[in-house]
DNA sequence: CATGAATGAGACTTCATTCAT
DNA sequence: GATGAATGAAGTCTCATTCAT
């Protein structure tokens, strides 16, 4: 690695942190080692603890990195349609690698063993539920949806049936066959909005 | 423990199967460790390997065991009133403790890590798609669902909400709640049945 | 195993001892377990401890019987004609399983660690060589050796000849090319006894 | 330790071959402890691994060492005085400690247990016997050996009693008497060796 | 900055031995 | 006499972490 590159600091960590993310996910947190890490990129065990204090920093900075991601992802929807929305988010989704694909999962996995990684992922979460909220929120204003549905509740259901297909997708089911069971599940929530209702 | 009871090698696997789920689920796979798993059933390390060959076998014989029981359970599905049926199916869920309530999610974690266990659940996986899509199959004959819908999609899409809905319930989604959006969107699913088609 | 039977105990002892001698040559001796050679029998470890102490009792015995046995053996030689009598000494060898024909290199393994077996090693050497050093002498009474010859002196070389020998069988050497060694190798001394003093 | 020594790496391993050498000796290679040996040097466990992959990879480099060694004795033999030469060779012999001087016997204890230990002492032997052979055949070359003996059985039988020899030292022989017992039966052999034929 | 050497705690696993039945 | 269950000590190995250079 070059030294007097300014922002070089920011680079490392970021370097350091892609491979962390992609072998936690692969091997897992416990069995991904510092050693894999570091041999991934090329330097040696010690040179890790310059950029992260310990494992768990590195674990809860490569969280934090990839729900911000997903968040910023979240913040390009716009209500004009948003079924077309919805599923270009998804399809965007499916261009990631695994390891940002999949990782609210792979952190679900952490939130029992680590306080701030849960603190962190239900922060996000309430963060893309407000999102979700306020374009449905938008949608309701101008009367494309039921006036009668609950956005909160909504939003948290397609959450759901969101990370439900993605766990599938885990599981083998193919990336067209999940783009249409997500229409297809959105647009009968949309059509149905009134029956989410608190 | 009693010695020579009938049957007291199975008891003996069960109640170390009932520590390892939990710890497994509340720890980790890797973070549980087989000191902790003996401690909490009042026996010493070694005598678990009387009755697992080693750790992983430990893990296969959990998920086996749980996986199994979620089949047992949807095989008491009836398609009298599929709602009212699903609506039951997950209050019953709600029974149970975490670690078998959320062994589905908890298990995908370790696919990636472990053969044997993504074999497993990759078949109960399916099995699970076969009994719901029956079920569906017989509400299409009685004509109460449309002709057009894929029992197949349908089911899929039906578990991923499922799925989706622990993992919230996970982060801490209230058990009223979730059960509402449940049945919410399992209604808009029969609803609009016609919309999942291959 | 029958119960009434008289002698039974000794019975069972020489079967555990049996089955134990060929383990600890084949796995050696740490590396044969006490439930290894309980399996061989068909019965459980437990059974064992109420023949023998501990294993390293076990072993002891093992090594007294297989040593005692060697020494019986030499007892028969003859000093008729040394040759044709080592000869046939050696033949009578080969026809005996590894674990025995080699079980004086395989307790010299042992000597190291275990004082008990280092002491029956050497009791069971000093009798061997007195064995054959008044077999010696008898021919030299007979002036079919020549005088100078001493017996003690030839009869170690002997014997080293022949552990040697051994050794290079346990390394693959045949039983036919190692037969032809002896006898040339003792015929070479026995006409060059003269070279054998003290 | 220093650290970026030159050949640091080398160094250490060396010391860690002596120890284990020394200590797989003396108290047999399951019963001398990873442990057993850091400690010997001064380091503790952890560190072994740095160098050695596991266990029995040490215990092969510690064979292949130490068959190395002897051969490089045995490629220092000259024909000129063949008697000479096998006397110095026993000689210099005597001066090793005993971890070295007997591995050959050692070893010998492993080969039933592990195959690459068996395949490098077969490897080893068969050099062995070579080297002889090659001296040998130089001594009938100049008319100083019977043109009917078999220089490869030759070389056998020598080894054997060689062999042999050793294996009476470690039962208490002493060096003195083993010496002359060794001169007086490589002498033997001389001077009958056309009874080493083929 | 980076490294390579070292540590030490802790994990999994094996096994001789004991003992109630 | 025999067993099956249990123990606990000990051994191999891994790995996050530290630190002198």
Same mark, same amino acid.
């Given at each position: 690695m070059p030294k007097v590159v300014q922002g070089y600091r920011k680079q490392a960590m970021d370097t350091i942190m892609e491979s962390a993310s992609r072998l936690f996910f692969e091997l897992g947190y416990q069995e991904a080692s510092m050693e894999d890490i570091a041999r991934e990129i090329g330097?040696?065990?010690?040179?890790l603890y310059l950029y992260f204090k310990n494992k768990e920093e590195l674990l809860y900075e490569v969280c934090k990195k990839n729900l911000k991601l997903l968040e910023d992802s979240l913040g390009k929807?716009? $209500?004009?349609?948003i079924l077309e929305s919805a599923k270009s988010f998804f399809r965007s989704e499916l261009d990631l690698p695994d390891h940002l694909r999949f990782h609210w999962i792979f952190a679900l996995g952490e939130i029992n063993k680590n306080q701030k990684v849960r603190k962190i992922l239900m922060e996000s979460y309430e963060n893309y539920v407000k999102i979700i909220s306020s374009r449905i929120e938008e949608l309701k204003g101008k009367g494309l949806? $039921?006036?009668?549905?609950n956005s909160r509740r909504l939003s948290l259901t397609m959450i759901a049936l969101h990370n439900g297909i993605l766990m599938s997708m885990m599981q083998g089911l193919s990336e067209t066959e999940a783009s249409e069971m997500f229409e297809a599940g959105i647009r009968s929530f949309l059509e149905n909005s009134d029956k989410f209702r608190k």
């Open positions: 330097v040696t065990k010690g040179t929807l716009t $209500s004009a349609d949806i $039921s006036g009668e549905a």
